[in-house]
């Protein structure tokens, strides 16, 4: 069994940062992909960003291509997004989730989901 916390959500104005965190309470982090997912409301969940393993292979969504950046420590179990240039378009309810899969896109494909944290980015 994983869990997996999320953190660092809030309120941010358009063109601002924020960094979340996920920290994932599991002996076996380094098994699993991570990945981060969002949820705006009266929509469904999309897939925003994955990490592999060790780290040496990241994805991304379109949408947030070139704003946002994947990391991972494995020393501390701990999966990172840092969101720039935020739009209002990126408020969502923020999931983290971890895959057994190699670098899934899909919802499906993940195990483990923490329980979200929001980001709001004001106009």
């Known amino acids: 069994q994983v869990q997996l916390v999320e953190s660092g959500g809030g309120l941010v104005q358009a063109g601002g940062s924020l960094r979340l965190s996920c920290l994932a309470s599991?002996?076996?982090?380094?098994?699993?992909?991570m990945g981060w997912f969002r949820q705006a409301p009266g929509k469904e969940r999309e897939f925003v960003a994955v990490i592999t393993l060790s780290g040496g292979f990241t994805d991304y969504a379109d949408s947030v291509k070139g704003r946002f950046t994947i990391s991972r420590d494995n020393a501390k179990n701990t999966v990172y997004l840092q969101m720039n240039s935020l739009k209002p378009e990126d408020t969502a309810l923020y999931y983290c989730?971890?895959?057994?899969?190699?670098?899934?896109?899909?919802?499906?494909?993940?195990?483990?989901w923490g329980q979200g944290t929001q980001v709001t980015v004001s106009s």
């Open positions: 599991t002996r076996t982090f380094t098994r699993f992909a």
């Open positions: 989730a971890a895959s057994n899969g190699y670098g899934p896109r899909l919802p499906h494909e993940y195990n483990y």
